[in-house]
């Protein structure tokens, strides 16, 4: 098992770039989440999906956040334009999804990508 | 919303306990501990269900009680190994199904 694959794990840009980071996670998983994490707030949840739908997108900080993910194997997050506070480690986690209520689904972590707006 | 964790900090010497809590406002359906070394991703510990369950994992215990919407996590015995930031993880059920919000973390350094 590869676990969750996140790219680049390091990426600097300058303000007003476009920005796009990439998930990969673990096969048979269900649930995918996007994370942000600061000194300032601590990890926040920016969107998560259950079966390639995002469910829940409110911790996406503005429009120009947007997330997708076209099918069970890829997920991407895009900032446009970005702009320096956008600078934090970003993790994406999977698990295999809630098919009761009763069943434990622990979060699998990539091991994220380090955001630096200039 | 964000949980609530207590103590933001803890230093201890090995061989020593510590107890770290983790309170919310809103009604849980679980509760999720999960450590993180530096440098390094968020690692699952274990996940406790309302139903006032208690879990171990090698010598860290948890517990939750659902009326009080407290868990608390019991780390004995502290190796150097267990120095890490430790969040809790609340998710509320209902249409917030499978959201996962975390607490903002508690520092444990276990010094020799």
């Known amino acids: 098992d590869a676990g969750v694959i996140q790219s680049p794990r390091h990426e600097v840009t300058e303000m007003g770039q476009e920005v796009t980071l990439r998930c990969k996670p673990i096969s048979g998983h269900n649930s995918l989440f996007w994370y942000r994490q600061t000194m300032m707030r601590g990890l926040e949840l920016l969107i998560y999906f259950n079966n390639n739908v995002p469910i829940d997108d409110s911790g996406m900080p503005e429009d120009r956040f947007s997330a997708k993910m076209p099918n069970a194997s890829f997920s991407t997050l895009k900032i446009q334009p970005s702009e320096p506070r956008d600078s934090a480690v970003y993790f994406c986690?999977?698990?295999?999804?809630?098919?009761?209520?009763?069943?434990?689904?622990?979060?699998?972590f990539g091991n994220g990508t380090r955001l630096t707006v200039t | 919303q964000q949980p609530v964790q207590s103590p933001q900090a803890v230093i201890l010497r090995e061989g020593e306990d510590a107890v770290i809590n983790c309170s919310s406002s809103k009604a849980l359906y679980s509760v999720h501990w999960y450590r993180q070394k530096h440098g390094e991703a968020p690692v699952f510990l274990m996940i406790?269900?309302?139903?006032?369950e208690q879990k171990g994992h090698d010598k860290i215990s948890a517990s939750f009680n659902e009326k009080k919407q407290q868990s608390s996590l019991y780390l004995t015995a502290s190796q150097l190994s267990y120095s890490g930031t430790y969040f809790c993880?609340?998710?509320?059920?209902?249409?917030?199904?499978?959201?996962?919000?975390f607490g903002q973390g508690t520092i444990l350094t276990v010094h020799p």
């Open positions: 986690a999977s698990s295999p999804g809630r098919g009761t209520r009763w069943v434990n689904s622990p979060l699998h």
């Open positions: 406790l269900l309302k139903g006032g």
């Open positions: 993880g609340t998710e509320r059920g209902g249409t917030s199904y499978g959201k996962l919000t």
